[in-house]
C-alpha cells in the first residue's frame, strides 16, 4: 500500500523525550476545534516571488478578533505531531548508528554537523544544543507493503547567535561585569577574565548554515523516489527565510560557497506581525500576547530562584568583585550552546564550568518556559497551533483547508501560495521559530 505519510523513527526525537514536567502526566483529550479566533478580515495580495526578508507593498492590513481559549481536533493534533517529530528532525541520525549521518538499506547519509562535547552534556542544553537522536526500538525502515508519497515538514531555523534586544543584551551585562574582574582564585576560570563573545545579533552561525545545507542534501538522498518538486516556505525574519535557501541549496545538489545573496528564495515569506495570520508564527492572538507575565516567565523565574543562587555564590567567590545575579549565571550558560555554535562546534570554556546536575537544572528551566508558554501548560497554545494542523490535514486529504484560527485564507486557497492535490509537490518544507512548532503539538 502506499502511505501519505510515513512516520518513521524520528519521531522518536521529542515522544521518547521525558522531561520531569511530563512525567505521570496524563493524556491530554482534545474537542472540537472551536471557532473562537476569527480572521475579521483576509489579505487581499500576496506576490509568489517575494524577496527574501521583504515585506509585500500590497499587503493589506489584518486585524485577528480576540481569542479564547480552544481545543484542538484530537485526531488532527495526533497526525500533527506524529508529522512534526518527523519533520523538525527528519534529516538527523537513525538511532542505530553512532554519527549523525543515518542509514537506509546500506546506504549512508551526509553527516549533520554537531558539538564536540559530551553527549550526555548536549542533551541538556535545551533549545541551545544540536540536533540529536535519542534511543529507540523503533526500526527506520518503510513497513513491509507500504512506501512513501509525500512527507510534510516543520522544522526550526539552524544554529544562530542571540537575539540582540534579548539574550544577547543579557550575555553583554553578565560579561561587562567580568570584565572588571582583576583574578580569581579558581585556575579553570581564568579563561572568563576579559572573555569575549561577538556576535551578529539575531543573523545564523555559520554551522547552522551547514546544519541545513546538509538536511537538504539527506532528505533529497532519501526521498529520491518523490522526485525534485519541492515547496518549500518560511517567515519572513531574515534567519527563517535564511534557512529555508539553504535547505533548498543543499536538495538541489548546488554548492555550500555561496554568498546567501544567491540562495533560492521559498516561495512564500510570511510577514511576522499581529496584523497578518500566519501559522508559522504565534503573534496572532493577542489574548495570549496580552498575559503578563506569561505563565511560562513566571515557572522558570521560580526555578531558577531555586537551583542557581548556589552556583551564583561559588562563581562570585571564585571571581573577585564579579558580582553576578542568579540571572547573569544563567547567561554565561547559555554561552555553552552559543558560543559553541559560534565556534562551528568547538566547545565553548563555558560548558566546563558547570556540574551535570547544573545542566540538568538549566534544562528544566527551558521545560517549564516552554512548557507554561508554549505547549500544553498554556491554555491559548492549542489555538496557536490548530491552524498549521488544519493545514497539514488539507496538504495530507487534497481538500481545501478548514479553519478559523490562524491561516491566512488568501494564501491557502491559492495553489501557487498552498499547493494541495495530485499536481502539488511531494515534498513540502516550512521554517518557523521555537514557539510555533511547540504550538503546534
Known sequence: MSLSVYISPWIEYVLNYDPPWMRGMNPVNYSPLATDCKESKDLEFCDQHEQLGEEPSRWHDLIVDQCRPIKAFRNALIVGCGILFLSAYAFSESPHHK???GQRNGVKFPVLPTYQLDPELISHLGPYGPRRAVSSQISSEIPEGCSVSMISILQRHGARYPTGDGEGARIDAALDKLSRVMNTTDPSLEFALGFK????ADQ????GQRQMY???Q?????YASLGPKIFVRSTAEERIAESAGWWEQGFKGDPFDVPVSGLPHPAVAM???DKFNNTLDVQTCPAAKALNPPLGDTASAEWLATFAPPITKRLNDRLLGANLTDRDV?????????DSAAKNGTASPWCGVFSLDEWKSYEYYHDLEKYWSKSYGSAYARSLGAGWVNELLSRLTGTPVQDSTSTNRTLDSSHKTFPIGSCAPRIVRAYTPTTSIHASC
Open 99 to 101: 554519527d549523525h549521518s
Open 197 to 200: 563573545y561577538p556576535y551578529v
Open 204 to 207: 545564523m552561525v555559520s554551522l
Open 214 to 216: 546538509v538536511s537538504g
Open 218 to 222: 539527506i532528505i533529497a538522498q532519501k
Open 271 to 273: 510577514p511576522v506581525s
Open 330 to 338: 544563567f547567561s554565561l550558560m547559555n554561552l555553552c550552546g552559543f
